[in-house]
């Protein structure tokens, strides 16, 4: 397909347990975002990559969290000891040049913490 | 960060046209003006974007504000499938997108 895959769909992860939470952007997209949203709430800007450098991480709610695109196409989203608050839709969203272009997100990734 | 104000609602009516506001009186000289939109259960959705000039696509057209505080999206007939949530966000270049609430909007037959 030609659109941002997020995988998995669903996660179910008990607390304390790490996860990863994986994003292929559309191919040749050098920016690529990713956010958390909450029910009934709007996508909370969590960090922002241009190829593989991480420009913006001011997002991440702790230190739990963390975001890596080594090679400047896959990024992952690791959430270390999850916790409950950590329930929420996690989305990607991958543009070809800068933030300023039409941005396509995928239709995230649904974790529920018990 | 600049911040965008929008109602937490609206009502339309079907194939009527549908004004949405969004006010950015901080906004900068730089900052581009984006609106998405997110339909139930899926990721948000481009619609349009613009700087200064008044901008218009398939979807919807764009008004700015001379003085580029405030901004409009225009849905020039309502459907059915354009109830959503609309979000208007300031971005800079090589910089983060952030929503806010956005506005709800509910189109009824």
């Known amino acids: 397909g030609a659109g941002v895959s997020q995988s998995p769909r669903y996660k179910v992860a008990k607390r304390g347990q790490d996860v990863a939470l994986r994003c292929d952007p559309i191919s040749g997209h050098v920016s690529l975002f990713w956010y958390q949203q909450a029910l009934g709430q709007g996508p909370e800007f969590l960090t922002y990559?241009?190829?593989?450098?991480?420009?913006?991480k001011s997002g991440l709610p702790s230190d739990r969290f963390f975001a890596e695109r080594p090679e400047g196409s896959v990024s992952t989203l690791k959430i270390q000891r999850t916790q409950q608050e950590d329930s929420a839709v996690y989305l990607c969203a991958s543009s070809l040049r800068d933030s300023n272009t039409e941005a396509f997100f995928g239709q995230g990734t649904r974790l529920t913490v018990v | 960060d600049a911040k965008t104000t929008q109602p937490n609602s609206m009502e339309s009516n079907e194939e009527e046209p549908v004004h949405l506001p969004c006010n950015h009186s901080t906004i900068s000289g730089t900052d581009y003006i984006h609106w998405y939109r997110q339909l139930p259960s899926q990721g948000p959705e481009y619609v349009i974007h613009g700087l200064t000039s008044n901008v218009n696509n398939r979807m919807a057209s764009l008004a700015i504000a001379e003085d580029r505080k405030s901004s409009t999206l225009i849905l020039h007939r309502a459907t059915l499938r354009d109830a959503a949530v609309y979000y208007c966000?300031?971005?800079?270049?090589?910089?983060?997108?952030?929503f806010g609430a956005g506005t709800r909007l509910t189109v009824k037959p």
């Open positions: 990559f241009q190829n593989e450098a991480q420009l913006d």
């Open positions: 966000i300031l971005g800079e270049v090589n910089n983060d997108m952030r």
